[in-house]
């Protein structure tokens, strides 16, 4: 029978467990059925009907109120169903270590304070529920759905150590329920989904070592969930996705120790959250992608000694994420990518210790990252790809073992204002050749970035010199592409049907052929003679190289007769024919030491080579002297200064091109 009325209690065959209980409601003291244990199953001792409880927990009736406290019974075992939907309690509604034979209803109840700590329900159903105090459900069982989506507590959720059990569905569903005082699932056993999603947390949200199980589902759903303090989930053991995606956090994320697993989707989801004070991920473990990006992280995001899990696929997503203390992977293992591009973070990327592996792909995909510091020394190992493709560096801090680690390099578009680190040249040109081939394309920016930060450090010798490797790789990739043109047009060219640009085919073959025999020989001039613009010292090193050479060329013509007097009118002399009669071998010795000869400039090998090499300046020995075509040494002599003037023209032009800056800037 339904009991509304304490007449109805009169004509009810009351168990004394019943009897018992309704004395002490009256009386407002607590009833303990038995020794306050979980009943195991239906007894006269314990058995308590549903009618009876709702009667009570209603606060009775006019005639024989129950008094304030409300129902406080442990011990009981609960016949029938327990049906306070729509109903408002009075006072506590306390069933601690109860077991219920139905589920437990409370569709927009409203109470005080429930409490079910330490029972066993087949289910709850409390959506949309008014709780002005808390909700404790600790150690409670629970292996049905407990529903409270959309209910209101003024104090606490507290379910620590509690077993909600409901495979392959909700376990826990508090959808968008507001909480004023802080929800504490540490200790839970779930085996089903847990949802907080879009819940309202005033306080923190505490699920230290609680265990979540929903495999290829989520295990815990907060996304959209806002909350005031912090969430912890340290320790947490979770087989199905932990979402906090879109989360609006106060304080900190801490999920320090946790194992999260959800293979082949995502493991830990916070795409999108907002966390205040940091987000600490240390000593995690987790086997899917854990997820981070878009991420707003105020504090820094600290992963020391977590393993990520995700062969094939991301295992550390923080695309464009933004972190204000810096990124910490210290000792971190990897296996998977780790993505931080597009990341703004304000402090250090630190990377002592870490793991990298993605065999074949990217390890370390920082594109487009803005960074304060970039601290790569003491790296483990890196089994992939390092992607530093266009970002921002205020710092890099490394060294050269590191990077030597690294199986491929990019850095085009890397940006950084100083190194902390090995200042080698030979270590720094290394490093960037390495990284600037990208899709099998050269980029000269990684050359000119290191140049630019030489100079600025006062490494000014090395900026010359980082700035003439770069144009040696421009010359051999110019090479390279031109000869893959060239055989790419001769294909069109002799394809059958004839192309319908098959002249302007040819008329391009005729130029790369021009292009590669005449541009490589430019090339080499520029290369060795001026290192580009970049060494135009080299021009006093030839200059001299040069003069030194054919000074003791010309001194050896002069030794076997091959030079004589550059004047018509001293080799038409009686002088001159003297000088012939007397030494015929050697006619500008004896013509020297004759008394005309004596008057006249002397021979002076070197000067003589420096003034037929050096244009423009007129030193009086080719004036006086001249090679003869006489003799065989001599008519060498002959042609061979044309072509040291004619060196001397270019080496000169070059020269003055490399030192006004010309060769630099074109």
């Known amino acids: 029978m339904t009991i509304r009325r304490h007449a109805d209690i009169d004509e009810a065959a009351l168990s004394p467990a019943e009897k018992t209980l309704l004395e002490n409601c009256k009386a407002g003291v607590p009833t303990v059925l038995g020794d306050?244990?979980?009943?195991?199953?239906?007894?006269?001792?314990?058995?308590?009907r549903a009618d009876l409880l709702r009667y009570l927990i209603c606060g009775g009736c006019e005639a024989r109120p129950v008094a304030d406290r409300g129902v406080d019974l442990t011990g009981a075992y609960v016949t029938g169903t327990l049906d306070l939907d729509f109903a408002t309690a009075k006072g506590l509604t306390g069933l601690f270590a109860c077991r219920f034979e139905n589920p437990l209803k409370a569709l927009q109840a409203r109470f005080e304070i429930l409490?079910?700590?330490?029972?066993?329900?087949?289910?709850?159903?409390?959506?949309?529920?008014?709780?002005?105090?808390?909700?404790?459900?600790?150690?409670?069982?629970?292996?049905?759905?407990?529903?409270?989506?959309?209910?209101?507590?003024?104090?606490?959720?507290?379910?620590?150590?509690?077993?909600f059990e409901n495979a392959g569905g909700n376990a826990l569903n508090a959808q968008g329920v507001r909480v004023?005082?802080?929800?504490?699932?540490?200790?839970?056993?779930?085996?089903?989904?847990?949802s907080l999603s879009v819940a309202r947390i005033g306080g923190q949200l505490d699920c230290a070592n609680a265990r979540f199980g929903n495999a290829g589902g989520k295990a815990l759903n907060a996304q959209g969930v806002r909350?005031?303090?912090?969430?912890?989930?340290?320790?947490?053991?979770?087989?199905?996705?932990?979402?906090?995606?879109?989360?609006?956090?106060?304080?900190?994320?801490?999920?320090?120790?946790?194992?999260?697993?959800?293979?082949?989707?995502?493991?830990?989801?916070?795409?999108?959250?907002?966390?205040?004070?940091?987000?600490?991920?240390?000593?995690?473990s987790a086997e899917g992608e854990v997820r981070l990006s878009g991420a707003g992280i105020?504090?820094?995001?600290?992963?020391?000694?977590?393993?990520?899990?995700?062969?094939?696929?991301?295992?550390?997503?923080?695309?464009?994420?933004?972190?204000?203390?810096?990124?910490?992977?210290?000792?971190?293992?990897?296996?998977?990518?780790?993505?931080?591009?597009?990341?703004?973070?304000?402090?250090?990327?630190?990377?002592?210790?870490?793991?990298?592996?993605?065999?074949?792909?990217?390890?370390?995909?920082?594109?487009n990252m803005d960074l304060g510091q970039l601290y790569w020394r003491r790296v483990a190992a890196?089994?992939?790809?390092?992607?530093?493709?266009?970002?921002?560096?205020?710092?890099?801090?490394?060294?050269?073992?590191?990077?030597?680690?690294?199986?491929?390099?990019?850095?085009?578009?890397?940006?950084?204002?100083?190194?902390?680190?090995?200042?080698?040249?030979?270590?720094?040109?290394?490093w960037v050749k390495r990284g600037s081939f990208y899709e099998g394309e050269f980029w000269p920016q990684p050359y000119e970035q290191l140049a630019s930060v030489f100079r600025a450090m006062g490494h000014t010798s090395d900026a010359r010199l980082v700035l003439l490797e770069k144009e040696i790789r421009l010359a051999a990739d110019w090479t390279r592409r031109a000869v893959e043109e060239q055989a790419d047009l001769r294909k069109r060219r002799d394809a059958t049907p004839m192309p319908a640009d098959h002249h302007e085919v040819q008329n391009r073959l005729a130029r790369l052929w021009l292009d590669l025999r005449i541009l490589p020989v430019w090339h080499w001039f520029l290369r060795y003679l001026v290192g580009y613009g970049h060494a135009p010292q080299r021009v006093l090193y030839w200059t001299a190289g040069t003069i030194?050479?054919?000074?003791?060329?010309?001194?050896?013509?002069?030794?076997?007769?091959?030079?004589?007097?550059?004047?018509?009118?001293?080799?038409?002399?009686?002088?001159?024919?003297?000088?012939?009669?007397?030494?015929?071998?050697?006619?500008?010795?004896?013509?020297?030491?004759?008394?005309?000869?004596?008057h006249y400039q002397t021979f002076a090998a070197a000067t003589y080579a420096a003034d037929v090499f050096i244009p423009l300046v007129d030193l009086g020995q080719e004036a006086a002297w001249s090679a003869t075509t006489a003799t065989r040494l001599g008519g060498l002599a002959w042609v061979a200064t044309w072509f040291l003037k004619l060196f001397g023209w270019i080496v000169t032009a070059v020269g003055a091109a490399a030192i006004t800056g010309i060769i630099r800037r074109e």
């Open 36 to 48: 306050g244990t979980l009943p195991d199953g239906p007894s006269d001792a314990r058995n308590v």
């Open 115 to 163: 409490a079910l700590n330490r029972s066993r329900l087949p289910g709850l159903n409390a959506q949309g529920a008014q709780v002005t105090g808390g909700v404790f459900l600790r150690e409670v069982t629970v292996t049905g759905e407990v529903g409270l989506s959309g209910a209101g507590i003024g104090g606490q959720l507290a379910c620590e150590r509690a077993r």
């Open 180 to 194: 004023t005082e802080g929800v504490f699932l540490s200790g839970v056993s779930a085996d089903g989904e847990v």
């Open 227 to 284: 909350v005031t303090e912090g969430v912890f989930l340290n320790g947490v053991v979770a087989e199905g996705e932990v979402c906090l995606s879109g989360a609006g956090i106060g304080g900190q994320l801490s999920c320090v120790g946790a194992r999260f697993g959800n293979v082949g989707g995502n493991a830990l989801n916070t795409q999108g959250a907002r966390v205040t004070n940091g987000v600490f991920l240390s000593g995690v």
């Open 298 to 367: 105020g504090g820094q995001l600290a992963c020391d000694g977590a393993r990520f899990g995700n062969a094939g696929g991301m295992a550390l997503n923080a695309q464009g994420a933004r972190v204000t203390e810096g990124v910490f992977l210290r000792g971190v293992v990897a296996e998977g990518e780790v993505s931080l591009s597009g990341a703004g973070i304000c402090g250090q990327l630190n990377c002592v210790g870490t793991r990298f592996g993605n065999a074949g792909g990217k390890a370390l995909n920082a594109q």
């Open 382 to 430: 890196v089994s992939g790809t390092v992607d530093l493709n266009g970002a921002k560096v205020a710092d890099l801090v490394d060294d050269a073992a590191s990077w030597e680690k690294v199986e491929r390099l990019y850095l085009h578009g890397l940006r950084y204002e100083s190194i902390l680190g090995p200042m080698a040249a030979r270590m720094r040109l290394g």
């Open 548 to 598: 030194t050479v054919m000074g003791l060329f010309y001194l050896y013509v002069w030794n076997f007769g091959g030079m004589v007097p550059n004047s018509d009118i001293i080799l038409t002399s009686p002088h001159w024919a003297q000088a012939m009669a007397a030494n015929p071998d050697l006619p500008g010795v004896a013509w020297e030491a004759s008394e005309a000869g004596q």
